[in-house]
């Protein structure tokens, strides 16, 4: 069984642009959250998705958003692009989402504002 | 707002030596999960904690979570160099926000 799969795995953007990443979750995950991880910083938690509800959100702007498709994947966007944003942004799937699920975690998009 | 204290922030170690990482609660958490991050790498879960005083052993790396859920820890026995990474725990709160602690960066001597 593959593991939870991101592209691109690594992407230079330039302030003010607007940027897609996505996710696959492993196959009967229903669930999908997204991190951004700044170097030398935990991941910080950005939305998660759960049968294509939002289920949670983070501490962060209107220029994050997301979705879930039926197929649970998903897809983080990000509009207006600041320096700050330059992070590993991870995909995490789990079966059901919620308190005491594992997070599976995949490589991550490494996002390069410049 | 509910804070959660991890600490060390940096822990250098000989191998063979023992290591152990602690995270602190204002509050009382549901439960708690450790993951492991190698350098370059992405987290990757270890061990789910949610009874009172509950305590789990993997091998060489035995969890805790304290009576008062309020607290838990992660004891390595005899570091190797394959423990080197970041340890952190994770929580959920009443709103689905899975938050992350600050993380442990252990580094190991051969």
């Known amino acids: 069984d593959a593991g939870v799969t991101q592209s691109p795995t690594h992407l230079i953007k330039t302030r003010g642009q607007h940027v897609t990443l996505r996710c696959s979750p492993i196959?009967?995950?229903?669930?999908v959250s997204w991190y951004q991880q700044v170097l030398g910083q935990g991941p910080q938690f950005i939305f998660q998705y759960y049968e294509k509800e939002e289920r949670g959100r983070g501490n962060f702007p209107d220029r994050f958003s997301a979705r879930q498709f039926p197929n649970y994947s998903s897809e983080l966007n990000v509009n207006a692009l600041l320096l700050g944003d330059s992070a590993l942004y991870l995909c995490?799937?789990?079966?059901?989402?919620?308190?005491?699920?594992?997070?599976?975690f995949g490589p991550g998009t490494r996002l390069t504002v410049l | 707002g509910q804070q959660v204290m991890q600490i060390p922030q940096y822990q250098h170690v000989q191998e063979g030596e023992d290591f152990t990482t602690y995270c602190n609660s204002s509050?009382?958490?549901?439960?708690i999960q450790w993951y492991k991050q190698r350098p370059g790498g992405h987290p990757v879960f270890l061990i789910q904690?949610?009874?009172?005083?509950e305590v789990k052993k993997q091998k060489r790396l035995t969890f805790q979570f304290g009576e008062a859920k309020k607290n838990s820890s992660l004891h390595i026995t005899a570091t190797q160099t394959t423990d080197v990474g970041t340890y952190f725990c994770?929580?959920?709160?009443?709103?689905?926000?899975?938050?992350f602690g600050s993380g442990t960066r252990l580094l190991v001597r051969p």
């Open positions: 995490a799937s789990s079966l059901v989402g919620g308190a005491g699920n594992e997070q599976f």
């Open positions: 994770v929580w959920m709160d009443s709103s689905y926000k899975l938050i």
């Open positions: 196959s009967g995950h229903k669930s």
């Open positions: 509050t009382t958490l549901s439960n």
């Open positions: 904690l949610v009874k009172s005083g």
